[in-house]
C-alpha cells in the first residue's frame, strides 16, 4: 500500500498568515507571535516524511501546535511582565499602505496581520487581562469561531470547561466595552489633537480629552518614559505640554494603529513613539503611547511625509519620569 504523498511545501507556507494572526491576537507581541509560529513550522519539518505526509489537514496540526506554543509563552510571559520596567503595553502594528515607499511585496510579518476590530489597542489590553487558558479558549473560539471540542484538545479540558473559559473572557470584554466614536470622526478628533497639542493648546487638549480618561506609556527601562498611569485630562493635557517643551523638533504624523487612528513621533525619521487612542462618544478616553524601541520595529523602515511638528501625542519621551 503506497504511503499518502507529502503536502506541497506552498501548502504548509500558506498557512502562515492564518498562524501570524492568530499568534499575534494569543500574544499581543508581533515579535514573540513570529517565533511561535517559527517554531510550529520547526516542529512540522522536524517529523519524519511519513509522519508528516499521514497527517490529514496541516493547517489543523499547525494550528494546535502554534497555539499550544503560545499558551506556554502566555504563562511564562506572566513572570516577565510582572518584572516589566514600568507599564507594557501590547506591540502596535503599521497599516503600511499609508506611508509612502512602502515596498510592493512586504514580507514583514507586520503585512500579514489583518487589522481588524480583534486587534485595536483596546481589545489588546483586555485581553492581557485575561488567565492564559481564558485567552486561548476565547480567541480561539471568538475571534476564528473554532468549535469548543477543538479548543479542548488545545488546552488541554474539557469542551465544558473550554465553554466557561471564553464565557468568562466574553464578560471581561463585554464590561470593558464602551461606545466606539465612528473612524472618520476618530480621524477628525485626533486631528484636532494633534493640532491643539502643536498650538500649545491647553484649553483645546483639555475639552477634546474625557474628563476621567487615562494615558499610559511603555518605554520598557530601554527609554525615559512617565511609569505611572495619569489620570484626568487636565493631568494629561499639562503632561503633554511638559512634554512639548522638553522634546522640539519632531515629526508628528496621523496614522492608523492597530487598525484605528492613531499618531505617530519621528526624530530625523525613526519612529522614536506610536500612539493608540481609544475615543468614546466624541471624546478621548485612553491613550497609551509605546516607546520601547524593541516594540518599534515594524515601524523603523517606514518612510515618513514630512509634516514638521513639536511632540508626539505621547512622546513620553522627555527624560522626565514621574
Avoid at 138 to 143: A, K, R, S
Wanted: glycine share 6%; aromatic share 6%.
Amino acid at each position: 500500500m503506497r504511503n499518502p504523498p507529502e503536502p506541497e511545501p506552498s501548502v504548509i507556507a500558506g498557512e502562515r498568515r492564518h498562524l501570524t494572526n492568530l499568534a499575534y491576537r494569543l500574544l499581543g507581541s508581533l515579535t514573540e507571535a513570529e517565533d511561535a509560529v517559527q517554531e510550529g513550522y520547526a516542529r512540522w519539518y522536524a517529523m519524519p516524511r511519513p509522519q508528516r505526509a499521514a497527517i490529514g489537514s496541516p493547517g489543523a496540526w499547525l494550528t494546535t501546535v502554534v497555539s499550544r506554543i503560545c499558551l506556554d509563552v502566555l504563562g511564562s510571559a506572566r513572570v516577565r511582565r510582572e518584572r516589566y520596567v514600568g507599564e507594557w503595553i501590547p506591540e502596535p502594528l503599521p497599516d503600511r499602505t499609508e506611508w509612502p515607499g512602502r515596498p510592493q511585496s512586504a514580507t514583514d510579518p507586520a503585512d500579514r496581520v489583518t487589522l481588524d476590530d480583534s486587534v485595536h489597542m483596546a481589545f489588546l489590553v483586555v485581553l492581557e487581562s485575561m488567565t492564559p487558558a481564558e485567552r486561548v479558549a476565547f480567541v480561539l473560539h471568538d475571534v476564528f469561531r473554532y468549535p469548543f471540542p477543538e479548543i479542548a484538545r488545545i488546552v488541554d479540558r474539557t469542551p465544558a470547561a473550554c465553554r466557561q473559559l471564553a464565557a468568562s473572557a466574553r464578560r471581561r470584554v463585554t464590561k470593558a466595552a464602551a461606545p466606539v466614536t465612528p473612524s472618520r470622526q476618530q480621524a477628525a478628533l485626533l486631528r484636532d489633537f494633534k493640532e491643539a497639542w502643536q498650538s500649545s493648546d491647553i484649553r483645546a487638549l483639555v475639552t477634546l480629552l474625557d474628563p476621567d480618561a487615562t494615558m499610559v506609556a511603555d518605554g520598557g527601562g530601554l527609554v525615559s518614559t512617565v511609569r505611572r498611569t495619569i489620570e484626568g485630562s487636565r493631568d494629561i493635557a499639562a503632561y503633554l505640554m511638559h512634554i512639548a517643551a522638553l522634546s522640539p523638533g519632531l515629526t508628528l504624523l496621523q496614522r492608523t494603529v492597530n487598525g484605528r487612528p492613531g499618531l505617530v513621533a519621528q526624530r530625523g525619521g525613526v519612529t522614536v513613539t506610536v500612539a493608540a487612542f481609544h475615543l468614546t462618544e466624541g471624546r478621548i478616553t485612553h491613550i497609551w503611547a509605546v516607546r520601547n524601541p524593541e516594540k518599534l520595529h515594524p515601524w523603523t523602515t517606514l518612510t515618513p511625509t514630512p509634516t514638521p511638528a513639536p511632540p508626539a501625542a505621547d512622546e513620553a519621551h522627555s527624560g522626565a519620569e514621574s
